[in-house]
Every structure is written in structure tokens, then in C-alpha cells.
């Protein structure tokens, strides 16, 4: 969330050595939702930026990783040299090494089955798309379950 | 826009209320081990693939994405962020590499989201209970 471009400038109240820190490149969506959710709390914006910046850094550099898996801790470790040697190739990566390269998904598939891997991290090299992904809105509310006996 | 002729159809989910439209897929896993039958409700607000409950995926995620193309969804509740695998899936006849999905953190559940929906004609029959894939009348 936090830009590179940070310009910081040392507050006029020094005695309690905070900072006055202007952020770029934060999405409005993201903005927008991170100010309701502040609101929701009872907190002004830049006290929940404040708890949001030091929860983070508190928490180290787990937070940087969802699960703990060895295959993606490979795969960060070989991501380099996948750009360079395999990009738009279908690669997995099991047990800790890389396992196959293929052209395809379906002959990716066919060397799974074949090596006997029921588990792998898999991607097209550089072609792959992530993070911020849409909404998921109204069917969140619409469709929990509620049963009912009556036929329609 | 052009005239369409409804082809094959899926039966709405009746044991909720009021009935849900869905759409048969078949799940396969990129090898061709693992394979399902799911019946999963249409909703035009999730704006992913296919979200599944935590066991179905724990059975069809044999090619997982790494964790920095794990996808980040907006809901009323903040954001949600989930796995995301590889998989094969055939609706309607239709053969689309595509993806499946779960929360990381929460169980789930099965619906087929927009990324999906927007690649097949379709036709929402309410009266009908039925949801129809569709072929231009030539």
C-alpha cells in the first residue's frame, strides 16, 4: 500500500518524534474502504493509518506470506531465473524443486500424472495475474443459506 | 444483437428460497485425476471463477498458483483474499481452462462468479427454473 515515493517531514511537535508522512499510488477503492472501515470504528483516518502502519511492522516480515509453504518458498527463491529461462512456459514446482516444464497446460497435466505429484504449485511463467481482483458483493448477501421446505 | 436458439439447460436449485439459477460444470484437474460434478449457483456480484468450499478444493487444487498471484476480493465485510488453482472445466460442452478458488482464511463456498459467466452465452429462464445455454439461430 505504501508507495515509494514517500516524502516525510519531520512534524513541528518533535518533542514526541512522530513523523507527517503523505502516501502516493493508494487505489481510491482501497482508500474509500480503508476510511468506512476507520469510521465503522469510531477512529479518525490518521489514527487508524497509525495502527494499521505499526500492526504491520510489528508482525515482521511474516506477514509478507500467507501460508508457510515450501514450494512457494522455492519458487520465490527461482522466480528470477523462471523469467529469464521459462517466460509464458506452464512450470510446477513439487517437493521443493522444479518438476516440469511444458507448453501446455494439458501436457503440463500429462507429466504430473506421470512423475505421480498430486500436489504442485503451478503457473505460466509472466502470465499470471493476482492481487486486487474485483468484488465480491451482492451475492454475499443474497445468498446465505436459507433454507426452506416450500417447493417453488 | 441477433437471434438465439436455447441449447442444453441446468435446473434451478429449488431447496432455497426463491430458487437459484446455476450451472453444471465439471472440474478437472489439470492431470485428469480428479474430477467433479458441481452444481454451482450463478452469482453475477462475485467477480471471480469458480469458488469452491474447502474440501472440494482440497481435492482439485492438485497446480496451485504461488501466493503472490493469490487474488484479493472486496466484500461489504473488507477484504478477502483466496487460493486460486488450476483446473479444467467443461460446461455446456464447453472446454475452458480456468480457475477455482477458496478463501484462505473460512470455509467457502460454491458459486461460479462473472470471469466464468462472461465467457459462455447464457439465458436465465425464471419461469422456467432453467438456465440455457444459447447458439446463434443460423
Redesign the interface.
Known sequence: MVDEKVYHRVSINARLRKLDVIIRGVSP?AYR?FKA?AAKLGLKLRDALRQAIESYAAAGPAVT???A?PN?ET??KMRPELLKKYYGKHV?IANGKLVAVADS??E???M??ELNI??????QVGH????????????????D????T??? | MGIYRAGQCSNHQ???????PVLKITVE?????EREVLEA?I??????FL?TPADVYAKL??????????????????????R?A?V?MRVFGKVL?SFIETP?VSFG?L?V??RILNSLSLAILGPD?QTCELHPAS
Open positions: 477503492r474502504e472501515r506470506s500467507v501460508l509453504d512457494n519458487y520465490e510446477a497446460l494439458q503440463l497435466g500429462a504430473l500424472r498430486t500436489r504442485a504449485l503451478g503457473l499470471e495475474q493476482g492481487g486486487e481482483a474485483g468484488e465480491w458483493l451482492w451475492g454475499s448477501i443474497a445468498q443459506n436459507v433454507r426452506t416450500r417447493r417453488e | 429449488t431447496g432455497v428460497a426463491p430458487a437459484h484437474t489439470p492431470s485428469g485425476r449457483p452469482d453475477t456480484g462475485f467477480a471471480g469458488l487444487s492438485e497446480l496451485e498458483l504461488p501466493q503472490e498471484y493469490f487474488p484479493a476480493y472486496l466484500t461489504l465485510a473488507g477484504s478477502i483474499i483466496m486460486r488450476k479444467r481452462d484462505v463456498r458459486l462468479g462473472r427454473l
